[in-house]
């Protein structure tokens, strides 16, 4: 094992190379592009036994990635943004061909208005597509959750595709330590690729992809992926209880931060998470008893787990980095829904964080604040959208500059 | 007719043995169908087809497939890219000794002329641009045929098709030209690039056996009858082909590491008119009144191609 300083990148690259892949298409989006140059380096000194394709698109990527994975390789790409929307017919194309490959996103808001900065409607985007998601808060996590990843997918049990998502510019080009786990000790871990039922060779003839007539045929192969996402649940623990084991960083579905003894619970993703935890300790300084909740797998989504960990407690918020337009926080109903037929605590919905827009500590008292009052009237799944009027004034001062006038309805 | 052939010389050079079983659910008389008997019966079994959204989607209905080889559907604008995918997996295992070299397979790309011209041209002309070992097997019935007929970059100028019907604005049907396949590929200089045509099995063969030999991208423009949107009775799916050829219109070549040679050449052309009579999609060209103006276009479309094709003798 090393120690060294690594951007979230390199600690993707990093996890690729440990999991020795055999393919790597590419193209290229910021944030995201410093892992495969990454790659690409290592592969023209001869330090991995890659093969890292320039492809013409995320759609002929995520194309090339599937087809190679169905081929039998142990298949590694990353994307962001607007490259993952771009591939995202492929997305429910290799999810259904029940082939395994780690894609890595780089979260970056969506366009329009462009921005290179992250929020998470983009790997959002993808929920539903049959890729199993793991968001990361740290580069050691990124590094760390492809392994598991690999495993996860390869399962004989899920074989599903997984996004291994991290936050961009946040995560992609922080550098912090990382442990980089010696290559003999990863593949004890992850052995080389052995494809249960996706391969093409002249003495294996298989047909994949193919068209169904009628319902039943359809809805077979979808229920059979929905058990197999189910399956993940048990098996993500027994994979991540090994890694725990060999490895010493031990990982579930959802992470607890001073949980035990909360009233109120704060439930975030992701990189923000670690601001998150830092207001928990700031308003436990001033007497809230408060805790945090990062969901760390949201396909499949641990319902039991959040019922178990956030059941009768005195008030939840949800604070969602992405916005489903016309409805609120993703993750907020998704969370809300878990509850469905048991008794849910009162709940709220905060939106946040959209484009790199970093929370504010006077909100996070806000939030305990509504939390507190909630514990006593009740939630509500109406979306606060979090923006102060220090922004509103800052937008308002450039359009004035522009010599625009200042729309109101935002306010 | 002038021919140029060295393996497939007789009927008799064809094997009996088929590669993709009969009873699909395709159209009675598919042109593009009967084009891709032929082309895997000289190919063999070892092969990989991807494929991308269209009629040809229909040939593997789960549980069953017709093929011998492998099947793989993608999506309707990637299918070349799959094929890269599939390529480089199989060069990878075989070099890492994960798979026995005896077991590689030839890739093959099977789409229509509306994925290849529009939505799957960037992954075409990419797979090209970076020189994937991989035969494209285009069959071009001029439209998209599996959605119900509608207009494609490669329907013919005067075609009638779902989303260009003649009318007073636009009498002739499609107003625009073919766009050509042949020549954007060949621009790239791949070193295999042809025409075919079903009803010339033997220079169909032959030019699958001769590209075989070459490593790099191959591309394999077939002809492709389509009684429902053509507006022909599917028993002449063959001679309608055959008009084809005989009129100029469906000239038979090959660029052989970018030199063009025709491959079969009729003695005397038949009037293109000949054609296009029998097949409803270009009937407004004849009834209610004869559009004199277009019918002496699109045969000095042909004309001029031939005149240029001699005078370069290709
Ligand atoms: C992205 C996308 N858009 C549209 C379609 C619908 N679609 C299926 S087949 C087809 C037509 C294909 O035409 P062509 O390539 O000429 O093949 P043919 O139908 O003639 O066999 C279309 C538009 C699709 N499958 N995917
Ligand atoms: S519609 Fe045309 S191309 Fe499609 S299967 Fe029928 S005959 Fe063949």
Not at chain 2, 237 to 255: M, S
Request: with cysteine; glycine share 8%; net charge neutral.
């Amino acid at each position: 094992m090393t120690r060294d300083l690594l951007t979230g990148n390199a600690a993707a690259a990093w996890a690729a190379r440990l999991a020795a892949v055999d393919y790597i298409p590419a193209y290229p989006i910021t944030p995201a592009t410093e892992i495969v140059e990454t790659l690409a380096d290592w592969v023209r000194r001869g330090e991995i036994q890659s093969r890292l394709v320039t492809m013409d698109s995320e759609h002929s990527m995520l194309a090339a990635a599937g087809a190679a994975a169905a081929t039998g390789a142990r298949v590694f790409t990353a994307s962001s943004s607007q490259g993952l929307l771009y591939a995202i017919e492929m997305l429910y194309a290799v999810a259904g061909w029940r082939v395994p490959l780690v894609l890595v996103n780089v979260a970056r808001a969506v366009a329009a208005p462009i921005t290179l900065e992250p929020d998470h409607n983009d790997i959002l985007a993808a929920r539903d597509s049959g890729f199993l998601q793991i968001h990361t808060a740290s580069c050691q996590e990124v590094l760390d959750s492809i392994l598991i990843g690999y495993r996860l997918a390869e399962h004989p049990d899920v074989l599903l595709p997984v996004l291994v998502n991290l936050d961009g510019f946040y995560l992609s080009f922080s550098r912090e330590p990382v442990d980089i786990p010696d290559a003999n000790e990863v593949r004890e871990f992850l052995p080389t690729y052995e494809p249960v039922h996706a391969r093409f060779s002249a003495s294996h003839a298989m047909a994949q992809g193919v068209a169904v007539l009628g319902a039943s045929a359809y809805a077979f192969f979808k229920y059979q992926m929905q058990r197999a996402a189910e399956m993940a649940e048990t098996v993500h623990e027994t994979i991540a209880t090994e890694f725990c084991r060999r490895f010493g960083r031990c990982y579930g579905s959802v992470e607890g931060y001073r949980l035990d003894d909360a009233d109120l619970v704060i439930v975030m993703s992701n990189s923000f998470s670690t601001i998150g935890k830092a207001e928990v300790r700031r308003l436990r300084e001033r007497g809230h008893r408060v805790g945090l909740l990062r969901l760390r797998i949201v396909r499949p989504f641990p319902h039991k787990e959040l019922v178990w960990l956030l059941g009768g407690r005195r008030a939840v918020a949800v604070i969602d980095q992405n916005l489903s337009v016309g409805k609120g926080g993703i993750l907020f109903a998704e969370i809300a829904s878990a509850f469905q037929g048991r008794p849910a605590p009162p709940m709220l919905s905060f939106v946040g964080g959209l484009g790199g827009r970093r929370f504010r500590p006077g909100e996070f008292d806000q939030i305990a604040a509504a939390m507190a009052r909630a514990a006593h009237e009740g939630g509500s799944s109406v979306p606060r959208l979090l923006y102060s009027a220090v922004e509103y004034r800052q937008v308002s001062e450039m359009l004035r500059i522009a010599h625009h006038d200042v729309p109101a309805s935002v306010v | 007719m002038q021919t140029h052939r060295e393996i497939f010389r007789s009927i008799k050079d064809i094997p009996r043995e088929e590669f993709l079983a009969g009873g699909t659910g395709l159209c009675g008389g598919c042109g593009g169908l009967l084009g891709l008997r032929l082309f895997s019966k000289a190919l063999g079994p070892n092969t990989v087809f991807v494929n991308a959204a269209g009629c040809m989607t229909l040939l593997a209905v789960f549980p069953f497939s017709p093929f011998r080889g492998s099947w793989l559907y993608t999506a309707m604008a990637c299918a070349p890219a799959g094929a890269q995918g599939v390529r480089d997996a199989l060069d990878v295992l075989i070099e890492k000794g994960r798979l026995p070299p005896s077991d590689d397979v030839s890739v093959v790309v099977v789409t229509g002329d509306g994925a290849a011209h529009g939505i799957g041209l960037q992954s075409t002309l990419a797979a090209v641009h970076r020189g994937l070992d991989f035969f494209y097997f285009c069959y071009d019935n001029e439209a998209f045929g599996n959605t119900g007929f509608q207009m494609s970059p490669s329907s013919p100028l005067g075609s009638r098709t779902a989303t260009t019907p003649p009318g007073s604005t636009a009498p002739a049907g499609t107003t625009t030209r073919k766009q050509d396949l042949f020549e954007l590929w060949r621009a790239q200089s791949p070193p295999f690039v042809a025409t075919v045509s079903p009803a010339y099995p033997l220079d169909l063969m032959d030019k699958v056996a001769r590209a075989k030999r070459r490593a790099g991208p191959k591309l394999f423009l077939s002809f492709a009858t389509c009684p429902p949107g053509w507006g022909v009775e599917p028993a002449d799916a063959v001679t309608v082909a055959k008009l084809a050829v005989e009129t100029g219109v469906w000239p038979l070549k090959e660029a052989v590491d970018g030199a063009v040679t025709h491959t079969v050449v009729p003695h005397r052309f038949r009037p293109v008119e000949d054609y296009l009579v029998v097949q409803t999609r270009y009937r407004h060209l004849f009834e209610p009144v004869r559009q004199e103006e277009l019918l002496r276009q699109l045969q000095e479309v042909v004309d001029r191609y031939w005149a240029s094709a001699h005078n370069n003798n290709g």
